[in-house]
């Protein structure tokens, strides 16, 4: 703001124009430091101090922290810097701090790898760092909350119902999460419902129990779960397993996986790894992006899948190598044995399988992996390693052998991958995966061998991406998938996008082509609207303008073609409050000259989320609807949450009073009737920020404390109390017998004489905490007392900052 008022000052910024440095006789003239103008010469940069910005690790937003500058506008890296981002502190000292907490670590010299990005103009600091830098997990009791039981339910119900001349189409699905903690112990069990046309099936996921083991720092798995090991991570079993805290963290959604693609209407998104279905969910038209998702293993691939709303769905897969440098691997030691749960198509009995690897670092900036597993017809070793070249280059390289005894067939499989941040504002990442003939699976070990089965096996898998963001031009990006086949055929996958803002409006221009694979399945409920699904398989290219009509409001315009369909559209949306923000949209096929119409409502009504909406063209309506949210059973009652309730969760306590929002980790949450609301997630082992929005609570309400910071350890169950405070303050009006307002001055007494306050002009007293039924006494100028008895029988209203009320004084 100081720098925008300087740029204000009359010939100082025509200075800059000409580029003669600024006019130090004028910055004199108005009693402006002149060592100013190097400061406003420079680059935009940070001033010195201390300052609050946003801080993402590896791409992880960590959320606001008191940050240091020099005056070069240099972060410190402070203590409190490197706690919150979960960082090392290494011994070394830059610069000696008044107190010891004020003094800045030489973090950036110890992990030379690391990459620090400054944005004063969005106030964040953003750091990408080598695993080394990170912090191990604080195990010990003293450190983190403990214990604590608690009961859960999470729910993601979704639905589509289509009404059209070839007849109704209805489909809808049902993730639910159910389970509890007890004594650090995490239960959890998870499944899948889906009716599609009255056709209906049920996937159980996952059922298991969880717990940390302090002693060997890692975390024990038992029950029906998906083995999480960095080199034959996927397989769906029925036994335990053991692994690294830091691997259960990073595939449970704090990665940087990020998945996108273009919806050429309101559609239906799943997502499958190892067949098994992690994510769903409902995108509006337009380009959409998935970030946060629940990875099972950082091994196998995703399926993505987009159903529009006729049922036409086209797919593609994100391969595991292209997310190698974002689900990175945890040192330590992993194991798993168990039954494997899926049966193959040969009826034979599914194999009991025993897997162990070992990750180990080597040196500063590498780290080696070593592994096996075996079954009684299977057999498979592999390797990885990964390190970082001239302190910006990440190269990561895993080989996996296999050898099928049922079958006599033997192979191999190997990837190699590699990201660098090419400039400060640029990311490129390459991956490349190959595999022989007889590579096999364990699941394809008890399968036959057919010619066709070998044939559909991926031969080689390429990936590319990269994302450039230039003040000037705009921000790049593009991202690449290539797979061929043993048969020769190819799928290839583009998504590229540029977007840039002028001032407040903004241009996007998004393509997505997809060649080769399967055809769509169609909806054959629209006979009449079968469209030519070999438009799913080409170019799709939408240009679209966003402009802000303010309050909230934006009105988008776009012209999108696909195949040989031309359509145009706009769309008004509006982000009314912290509840409720809503679209509408009207669309029409050039080619076709038919014209659609949509509208879009999303709800949080504090305690759940609901999406509602309906579109309508010439030949169908369509309605869609979504319904989110947990419940969490405890001590004290049910209380009801918008967001999913994770692993380490708890409930916050603001008194008796309704309404008050806190912001948590998960977001702003509101308390119930009871003064309740839930944590939904706090991150094991990790400071976390409690606040309670102090302007949303009644005004006669105070709180002696409203920010608590908590440590959890992973599977407690927390409990945050706010102390309230009820303040009653009353304005009185005072007036003698006579009708005369008492005189100014004269002092006030309460009980057992205690002195309160004196009188104001006009007979005025302000009473700042009234707690119970009480007289007054008034000592007047003459020495003589009245009695004020005040009138408390009205309940007094929580909104109000004070009552208003009048008195008579009785003399004594």
């Excluded at 005894?405 to 990311?427: E, I, K």
């Excluded at 709180?703 to 169950?717: D, I, M």
């Excluded at 303050?729 to 006030?748: I, K, T, Y």
Aim: net charge neutral; hydrophobic share 35%; charged share 20%.
């Amino acid at each position: 703001m100081g720098l925008a008022v300087l740029w204000g000052l009359p010939g100082l910024a025509s200075a800059m124009a000409l580029g003669e440095g600024f006019d130090l006789a004028a910055l004199t003239a108005y009693g402006i430091d002149t060592k100013i103008s190097d400061y406003l010469r420079r680059a935009p940069r940070f001033r010195e101090g201390v300052q609050v910005v946003g801080l993402r690790v590896n791409g992880n937003p960590v959320g606001l922290v008191d940050a240091r500058f020099d005056q070069q506008g240099q972060l410190c890296f402070t203590p409190g810097l490197l706690e919150k981002a979960g960082l090392v502190k290494p011994s070394g000292i830059i610069r000696e701090g008044i107190t010891p907490d004020q003094a800045c670590h030489d973090f950036l010299g110890t992990f030379a790898a690391t990459v620090l990005r400054l944005h004063p103009g969005r106030d964040e600091v953003s750091l990408v760092v080598p695993t080394q830098s990170l912090r191990e997990p604080q195990w010990e009791a003293g450190d983190s909350s403990q214990g604590g039981a608690a009961a859960l339910f999470n729910y993601d119900v979704l639905g589509f119902d289509t009404r059209s001349r070839g007849g109704p189409s209805r489909f809808a699905s049902a993730y639910t999460e159910a389970g509890f903690n007890l004594g650090d112990w995490i239960v959890r069990s998870r499944q899948f419902y889906v009716s599609d046309n009255g056709e209906s099936r049920t996937e159980h996921l996952h059922a298991y129990a969880q717990r940390d083991i302090a002693a060997l720092q890692s975390t024990f798995q038992v029950g029906q779960l998906s083995s999480n090991n960095p080199l034959f991570g996927g397989i769906q079993l029925s036994g335990f397993q053991l692994s690294p805290d830091g691997q259960s963290r990073t595939l449970a959604g704090s990665n940087d996986v990020v998945v996108e693609g273009l919806a050429q209407s309101q559609s239906r998104i799943e997502v499958r790894q190892s067949g098994v279905m992690i994510h769903s969910t409902l995108v509006p038209e337009g380009p959409f992006r998935l970030t946060g998702l629940s990875l099972f293993n950082g091994t196998s691939d995703l399926e993505v899948s987009v159903i529009d709303r006729w049922g036409a769905k086209r797919s593609f897969v994100v391969p595991a190598a292209s997310f190698g440098g974002v689900a990175p691997v945890t040192p330590g030691y992993y194991f798993s044995m168990g039954k494997v749960r899926e049966t193959s198509i040969d009826g034979a009995q599914s194999p009991v399988v025993a897997m162990g690897s070992g990750t180990w670092g080597v040196g500063r900036e590498a780290s080696m992996g070593f592994g096996l597993l075996s079954t009684d017809d299977y057999h498979a070793a592999g390797g990885n390693l990964s390190s970082v070249f001239f302190q910006r280059v990440a190269v990561g390289a895993r080989h996996t052998l296999s050898r099928d005894d049922r079958h006599g067939v033997s192979g191999s499989r190997s990837t190699l991958s590699l990201s660098s941040p090419l400039h400060a504002n640029s990311d490129l990442s390459l991956s490349a995966t190959s595999q022989t003939r007889g590579y096999r699976e364990v699941l394809d070990a008890g399968q036959s061998s057919r010619v066709d089965d070998l044939d559909s096996h991926f031969k080689n898998q390429y990936t590319a991406g990269f994302s450039w963001v230039d003040p000037a031009l705009g921000g790049f990006s593009l991202g690449y998938t290539r797979s061929s086949q043993f048969d020769g055929r190819s799928v290839e996958h583009v998504f590229a996008s540029w977007t840039k803002s002028f001032g407040a409006t903004t241009v996007a221009l998004v393509a997505d082509s997809q060649v080769g694979g399967a055809r769509p399945v169609h909806d054959t409920a629209l006979a009449g609207r079968r469209r030519d699904m070999s438009q799913d398989n080409g170019v799709s290219v939408r240009l679209q303008l966003s402009v802000p009509l303010g309050g909230g409001r934006r009105v988008t315009t776009y012209a999108s073609r696909r195949g040989d369909k031309l359509n145009t559209g706009a769309g008004l949306s509006e982000w009314v409050n912290d509840y409720v923000n809503y679209e509408v949209g009207v669309e029409r096929d050039l080619r076709g000259r038919e014209q659609s119409v949509r509208g879009q409502v999303n709800v949080m009504p504090r305690y759940t989320r609901v999406g509602l909406g309906i579109s309508r063209d010439p030949l169908s309506t369509s309605y869609s609807g979504q319904l989110q949210g947990g419940v969490v059973a405890h001590e004290h009652g049910l209380t009801f949450s918008p967001y999913t309730v994770q692993d380490t969760f708890g409930i916050v306590s603001v008194g008796d009073i309704g309404s008050a929002k806190v912001d948590t980790p998960q977001g702003p949450v509101w308390t119930d009737f009871r003064g309740q609301a839930v944590i939904a997630g706090l991150p094991a082992y990790t400071p976390s920020r409690i606040e309670v929005q102090t302007r949303s609570l009644p005004k006669r309400i105070d709180l002696k404390n409203g920010t608590k910071v908590l440590s959890a350890g992973r599977g407690s169950f927390n409990t945050v109390d706010f102390d309230v405070v009820k303040v009653r303050r009353v304005l009185l009006q005072a007036h003698d017998q006579q009708g005369r307002p008492l005189p100014q001055g004269a002092s006030v007494f309460g009980k057992d004489n205690g002195f309160l306050t004196s009188v104001a002009g006009e007979g005025m007293i302000f009473l700042s905490n009234v707690n119970e039924l009480q007289s007054l006494q008034v000592s007047l100028p003459d020495s003589s007392t009245c009695l004020l008895h005040l009138n408390s029988e009205v309940e007094p209203d929580d909104d109000k900052l004070y009552e208003t009320t009048s008195a008579v004084c009785h003399v004594r």
